[in-house]
């Protein structure tokens, strides 16, 4: 059990830290960042939503106050890094790293946060 909460504080460490990171970026570093989404052919007005999103992602995982936006926070980082790997893969600019180790990430942080913590329990069920 020990070194299952270890597995899942250090990957959850690197997923919050990685989200954090890029979401500082979006919003201190806009024309850097600008550069980035046209030269990858995504939507410049998509930087400060997803700025956003990916701080409260990272608050719903480690706050664990709602399971419900916690699952939807995984799958959204998830979405995220696997959109962003195909992108860097499509334009070849040899920037995929960071989209790998967010993936393995976020799956060992998922998987892990079921096993430290219980399954995730059906929100909308009858009592």
């Not at 979401?23 to 939507?43: A, D, H, K, Q, T």
């Not at 608050?59 to 860097?88: C, Q, R």
């Amino acid at each position: 059990m020990k070194t299952d909460k270890i597995i899942y504080w250090i990957s959850t460490g690197i997923l919050s830290a990685l989200f954090m990171f890029s979401s500082m970026m979006y919003i201190f570093n806009y024309p850097r960042i600008e550069g980035f989404f046209i030269n990858l052919g995504f939507p410049i007005w998509i930087i400060y939503p997803l700025a956003i999103l990916k701080t409260f992602g990272v608050l719903a995982i480690l706050t664990k106050k709602n399971n419900f936006l916690k699952e939807l926070a995984y799958a959204g980082f998830l979405f995220d890094v696997i959109l962003a790997l195909s992108a860097h893969i499509m334009v070849n600019d040899r920037e995929f790293m960071p989209s790998v180790i967010a993936i393995i990430a976020t799956i060992l942080s998922w998987i892990y946060d079921r096993k430290v913590f219980g399954k995730y329990t059906q929100t909308f069920t009858k009592s």
